[in-house]
């Protein structure tokens, strides 16, 4: 099962920013914060990931709140190409001793849909 | 570089008749997995390989359904067979491992195979 929780839909307007919430109260200290969105007919994409520092990549920014059981993915200045489904997903640290746990569980995500 | 292959894009089969997908990984990445996605849903695993060995299996139905990594390359995914509810997406992916495997490697997906059963 999932062990994130994310609103089923958003809006957002083009070219603000989209704020992407994802609730893991159960997550644990070897366990990472994954997003992907799955545009549509495609496959999911990697966007971003981490474990407790806020990160920022050429997609995306992602916000850890210091206790760990929340994050929010943003998208600065959305665009009509970001309109997909986005996953949240926790994933061990450790892949060496998880050795074949490297499966990703994706839960229902968020669809959000750019506005022009 | 590359991306992961899947064939074919979309099939229409009748219930009760077989089918298989096909994927080719990128190059050099050892781990493939199979995931099928229903309409609505986010995918869900259904086996995963380490180069030619199968690392978990566990909800794959293995009264209908098989897969293979001869090779520790390419994959194929049969369904035999096809019911109404095996209608999904079936995406391919696959990742870099090894004992340097850093943490920030994502999985890549293909564009899937969209199955219909009728």
């Known amino acids: 099962d999932a062990k994130t929780t994310q609103p089923p839909s958003m809006d957002c307007a083009e070219g603000r920013a989209a704020n992407l919430p994802c609730n893991h109260s159960t997550i644990s200290g070897n366990e990472y914060v994954y997003w992907y969105r799955q545009i549509h007919s495609q496959g999911p994409q990697y966007i971003i990931h981490?474990?407790?520092n806020n990160e920022t990549n050429e997609m995306a920014s992602l916000i850890i709140t210091e206790d760990r059981k929340s994050s929010t993915l943003i998208l600065p200045h959305a665009t009509l190409r970001d309109t997909a489904v986005y996953y949240c997903?926790?994933?061990?640290?450790?892949?060496?001793?998880?050795?074949?746990?490297?499966?990703?569980?994706f839960g229902t995500g968020t669809r959000l849909t750019i506005i022009p | 570089e590359a991306g992961v292959a899947q064939s074919p894009r979309y099939k229409i089969i009748e219930k009760r008749q077989s089918v298989a997908f096909w994927c080719n990984p990128i190059s050099g990445h050892a781990t493939l997995y199979w995931y099928q996605q229903i309409l609505g849903q986010g995918p869900k695993l259904l086996i995963q390989f380490q180069n030619n060995g199968v690392v978990d299996d566990s909800q794959l139905p293995k009264d209908r359904f098989s897969a293979e990594r001869l090779k520790g390359v390419d994959s194929t995914l049969k369904i035999q067979p096809a019911k109404l509810e095996d209608s999904a997406v079936y995406l391919c992916a696959s990742s870099y491992w090894g004992h340097a495997y850093p943490a920030n490697y994502g999985y890549t997906f293909g564009s899937g195979t969209r199955l219909t059963v009728v």
């Open positions: 997903i926790v994933r061990p640290r450790d892949f060496i001793s998880n050795f074949g746990n490297e499966k990703l569980t």
């Open positions: 981490g474990l407790k």
